[in-house]
């Protein structure tokens, strides 16, 4: 940490600082500029609210040197991080697709759906059982129901299975059934189910939030991290900025950004991070261009009958189109769908 | 719902526009213009998914016409709900101030900060007993010991209290010893979590999510509401913008914005809002200057020692004379404190 | 300028940066600490670039220590500015009032609304001439014509008045008529134009940028107070968020947080930072109880009919009743209106 | 425009939109819903300020249905435009990458660098002589000089060019020696120049501002158009949101987008878009997977010693590998390089 004091603070001012870094812990290191006083904070103090500093009297700025993550950034982990799921690496030269329909719907749905997918490529199934809705009024999704059928259907074409859970209480029945849990954005924060997916043994996929940096992002890994889960993939969904045209924007530089700072693989998806169709696939495509891990896709046989997400459904033919794209691209930058 | 179709859209585009919108329920009123049709769908269909309609060829634009949520809404409810906790009436033409640490910290704590607040006239207790931290390495909070230092000293000074609740598995003992539930912005869309508060019988406080439009935050409210709870407060409490100076951009705006909307109290918290101390009067003035239902404020005896958000918390003496700026601005707009 | 290195950093890398800051004109003292070296440049350089340091090998991040102004900062200049204006000040006690319609559109309007804003207690009388306006197709303004009839409404009631300059070419004809030149929120950083206002010998109204950050505002500012004109008012008038019940979202911190930077006085223009009539009253108020310098609003006598800005625009009977809370809250926090 | 009416409206109130409407020239049609009463305003009025209606009495909201553009949609124009300057067309199944210095700095920079992005495979050169710069101590660009050098280095590689103009008076001489000329991103709004830049005969490149939403940009596009100028292409270069790892937020979903309204080719700049040299290679793969028209990059022979954006500058060496992975991404998609 470094404590930038005002041009003219006193000695006194300087003193009370540097009693108080030294009371917490720190060592301290004085640079005397031309017109101010720095003082090094020297020592690895994770826990520390910088704002105690900044509004002591005398004091410019506070400044942050280590990144307050340990386990979630490349410093003490540089190499990559790869995450394999039954076949699907995530981190390394492959960009495996996630695909399938918003929610599970029934048996016939999941099926069709996830045999074109299968047959199009995809190496991960996707399925909501359990909806985050806005609206009270709106499909809460099929529940333990929906796992099953998503289970069936992963059997059935080899495909592994990921799922969103929403609440500590379906952690249980989430494990029996699913391959992959996922954190939606707005849980992004839930501590308490981070908490939690630490404990657990099997992959989680950790979605950015919407109005989420990437410190946060990275700090919200650490609490599943720092529970003894490695198997984690993070990624970008969309932020929240003045646009209104599409849902969110998809901040793909991110992905270049997130994987200078972490080891862990970063996928995109463009399907929530639009949130229509016909800007699906061109994002999908950009999102590997700019060196996603991964890629997942809203595919569905029949949007306009779908029970949600209808709008930013692909149909199973543009799907398949989308991923003869995408093998070309990541072969552009040397890697394989 | 209004569906606005393309200049050029043909006939056929707008029958089948037309067709589905009576599949799902509405009847159709087709509007010709000088180079537009545009069809008005009447009836009253909350669940429905807009870019339905958006992605079917010759579509131009969409328009919702009812908001999506009823309970919250003045529509129905025109007249403003007053939500009355042991003497703190928020939503008429009193302006309560919440006021406390950010979290309990010890029984010494507690009750020295209870009496000055009180003292200074503040009419419902803050204290933070589970607490939602972005690093895993800060404090967490006293949990359910917090809980009861809080009742104890709002017992002692004749002081509501209010406290967040972080998870389901909280609100039972959350509601043996807090009188007002407060949600936070990270959870104000934990779906789960709301349609539990939705059934309890305790007022419940609901903080905007940092990324949340107001119609998001009503529909949010609209989950508790749907409940049968209908003590509800709202609480603006800073979004994220590019601005980085403060911790969040407080905004106000809201305010008025929320109270033509709804029939619910919102109130405004500048701490969190800023996160500088010496922002929080000169916003908390504001708030009431702009029509807020109430102000809550951290406040601190020894905020260099605060375990945590010190940063952010007035001095005591701070906080009497904020008190005494606050009783003039509201009685300039015809309220007291 | 501090430069953190990466942990793991070579000596060579240290010695690369060390030499390139030397190299530049600072002087070097390296701070080494637990994981990492700090090395701390010393020297006053204002045009340096931060990203031509943070690309350099091993390094973590480069953190700017001096503010990139100077004459707008208040390191060389402690006391608060007090620009002067025909009996109205603005920085110093008294909170002005400036008032008057978007745009001038004929003698009687004008004159109309002079004297209703003067009579309530306006101290500066305002009127657009030349409308930068996003349509092409949208009301451009009276020209020089208006600029006339503002002037001789301002000299009729004894106010001094602004209005907004939009090319350099109108600086010549706007210092004949004007009392304060306003430079719009979309030329703050017209640089061409803050330029030439920096040689005039007229107060300037510098309105904030719906992006800019306070940084840039006050870097805006230097061009002018560089030129040798020291009378110049800050303006916040709203900056572009994801929300969109407001035309814009008014940034009320931004006005503590500005005097805390800088000497120059700040006022507030809550009819532009909403967009909407029944919220410039709430907001206005609560920009004078946030410390604002001074207000500004639109006020017309007829708004239904205003040629632009009519929905955001006052009532003079509204803006008698807002000028009486005014006074009210400025005396509640030791001010003047 | 459709007025959508309070559900409590009487039918006064109904009446008096309704008369509002045929007075500014509308036709009236109004749509009887199950709660609320819609006014279809059928005319084609683009002056006109929606608030003015939604501040009526009983008016719930107010939606505009024809775009406030005309010239810049695709509604009256349909196909694509395709800009042709001396070899380098935008929009239509090329993708000429523009290439070259942030800042023109001197002859044998200039020469060196052109002749190295000719080789690569760039289509147009581009160089800074009138530089924007928001601190008023840094470099401000060679001027007329700068063009002359830039002139000569195209001729002499056989490479049209392109640079900044950033007021009405150096459009004279911006003619003489360059064949696009660019609006920045900061002028974008500056309606002054885009009312003068309408008038030339040359290519001009608008660039997207910060804050602007993709309607803004095409209405600063109508400026251009309305005065008769045709050869218009849209930039991409960064949207200002709460994210600051990057100088910007790359919004790449506004290149569908801004295609699916527009006829206008539109590229994109991942230079100023990201801000950092290790981004922008990323970037630009992904804005030519997402369907820019053309990418511009900023290369530097030497960008250590770069007199402005070095750390945003390309090697040489870098961007010939760029061109390399873009010539196989754009033939991923259907287009050539």
């Known amino acids: ?29 004085s640079v005397v500029g031309v017109n101010r006083i720095i003082l090094g904070a020297i020592g690895d103090k ?33 190499e990559d991080t790869i995450v394999e799921v039954k076949g699907a690496t995530f981190g390394g030269e492959y960009v495996p697709v996630i695909a399938g329909p918003c929610s599970v719907e029934n048996e016939e749905q999941m099926f069709t759906i996830a045999r074109q997918v299968k047959e199009a490529g995809a190496k991960v199934l996707r399925g909501g059982a359990f909806k985050p809705r806005t609206s009270p009024y709106a499909f809460q999704g099929l529940g333990v129901e929906g796992l099953k059928l998503l289970h069936a259907a992963g059997k059935e074409f080899n495909l592994p299975t990921v799922s969103e859970v929403m609440d500590v209480s379906q952690i249980e029945v989430m494990v029996e059934y699913v391959d992959i849990l996922q954190i939606g954005a707005r849980n992004m924060q839930n501590f308490f189910l981070l908490k939690e997916l630490g404990r657990i043994k099997k992959p989680v996929l950790l979605k950015r939030g919407m109005a989420a940096t990437i410190e946060e992002l990275l ?27 599409t849902r969110n924007t998809l901040d793909l530089s991110a992905i270049p950004v997130t994987k200078k700072f972490s080891h862990l693989p970063i996928i995109a998806d463009p399907s929530h991070g639009t949130g229509l169709r016909d800007k699906v696939a061109p ?55």
Chains 1, 2, 3, 4 share one sequence.
């Not at 006194?12 to 060592?27: I, R």
């Not at 990541?330 to 394989?336: R, S």
């Open 46 to 78: 994770r826990g520390i609210d910088l704002r105690e500093f900044e509004i002591m009297d005398g004091v410019h700025e506070v400044i942050r040197i280590t990144e307050p993550y340990k386990l979630a950034g490349r410093t003490f982990h540089p």
């Open 1 to 29: 940490m470094v404590v930038v004091m005002k041009e003219n603070a006193t000695q006194a001012m300087v003193d009370a600082v540097s009693d108080h870094l030294l009371n917490v812990g720190f060592k301290v290191h």
């Open 283 to 337: 994002m999908a495509r950009a999102a590997v261009a700019a060196g996603a891990d991964g890629v997942a896709v809203e595919v569905h046989h029949d949007p306009d009958k779908a029970l949600s997400d209808g709008a930013q459904s692909l149909y199973p033919k543009q799907f398949a189109r989308l991923m003869e794209e995408l093998r070309m691209i990541a072969w552009a930058i040397g890697k394989k769908i």
């Open 219 to 245: 700090m919200a890994a650490e609490y599943i991290l720092d529970g003894g889960n490695y198997d984690l993939i993070l990624c970008e969904r969309g932020i929240r900025t003045f646009v209104t045209y």
